[in-house]
């Protein structure tokens, strides 16, 4: 007896949201991809550029400044992010680090993510526009945020902050300056750091987590991508176990400030920022990971149409009031 041969299989659900997939392809639209030829990091940057903001935009007051840079380096571009509603007392001071890949981006393009911060954080925020790759490689990125937190960190009262309340943050690329800037400054016997804030982070060179491979296309942000952008970073000859550049190989992570990891299901890094997580809970370091579902590399970009980035922003205001201000930790 002949049976009917069996129809095409179903596909399998999109693990984006509705909103989140609009939002990711529209953003991945017109992004080169390395497979289909060599990336040219001037014209992405070109295409990436976004319109400078306006200085009051969104209850917070910003302006720009240039603070010194490392030893022999050029002096480091920042933007200083003050809240409009008044404060009862000094400030939380937050320093942050841009993604793009050490590649692209700039002050410009997360102006309205340093925005969310300092509103939603009742916070200081210092916005470094570090040297990029690869016209200047690792280490650069990583002493230039170090630098600017230093610097802040010895004015904090200056700029109507608590000494003791000092964070560094940052997103993709930028959540890996960040961490870096914890190893440094615990290294080095710099600022002492009350919180780290790691957005999407970049963390570990050999992309080994199942999510490089669940998640390589499709979701905005590629592992060829992030393998293109590691080869800018460190070239030929970096130092890619290096624990100032992937942080997740660091052998010692005692004595590092509180963190939380914001980690997007769809994200071909979800898996080395869990890994970190589980690193430092281990090291004794107060953490907490919060994973999104339904969302993308990227999607902390889309507040205002996309809830879950909104949500996210709301938990990530919530866990810096708890950890600068009212010296709670919530780890899990």
Request: hydrophobic residues 40%.
């Amino acid at each position: 007896m002949t049976g009917t041969p069996p129809g095409p299989a179903a596909p399998a659900p999109d693990p984006l949201s509705p909103a989140a997939r609009r939002i990711a392809d529209a953003m991945a639209a017109g992004f080169p991809d390395p497979a289909d030829g060599p990336l040219d990091a001037a014209a992405l940057r070109r295409a990436s550029r976004a319109a400078p903001p306006e200085p009051g935009a969104g209850g917070v007051t910003a302006a720009g400044a240039t603070v010194p840079g490392p030893p022999g380096a050029p002096g480091v571009p920042v933007r200083i992010y003050r809240p409009d509603a008044p404060a009862a007392g000094p400030r939380p001071l937050i320093v942050f680090c841009h993604g793009g890949g050490w590649v692209l981006c700039d002050l410009d393009t997360h102006d309205g993510l340093c925005r969310q911060l300092a509103r939603r954080g009742g916070a200081v925020v210092v916005s470094v526009d570090y040297r990029r790759a690869p016209e200047d490689r690792f280490p650069a990125a990583a002493e230039d945020a170090y630098a600017a937190t230093a610097w802040a960190a010895a004015r904090a009262a200056e700029l109507g902050c608590a000494p003791e309340r000092v964070a560094v943050a940052g997103d993709s690329s930028g959540g890996n300056l960040a961490a870096a800037v914890t190893l440094m400054a615990r290294d080095r016997g710099g600022p002492r750091l009350a919180a780290q804030l790691l957005v999407y982070p970049v963390l570990d060179h050999r992309l080994a987590g199942a999510s490089a491979t669940a998640y390589a296309t499709g979701f905005f942000h590629t592992t060829a991508h992030m393998r293109w952008y590691w080869d800018q970073y460190l070239g030929p000859d970096g130092d890619r176990d290096h624990p100032y550049a992937s942080p997740g190989l660091a052998a010692d992570l005692s004595g590092l400030p509180p963190a939380l990891l914001v980690l997007p299901e769809c994200d071909p890094l979800r898996d080395e920022g869990r890994a970190y997580g589980r690193a430092l809970r281990a090291a004794g370091v107060p953490v907490r990971v919060d994973e999104h579902p339904g969302t993308f590399h990227g999607f902390l970009g889309a507040a205002g149409a996309l809830p879950a980035a909104d949500a996210a922003l709301d938990a990530v205001g919530d866990w810096l009031t708890g950890t600068l201000c009212d010296g709670g930790v919530t780890s899990r």
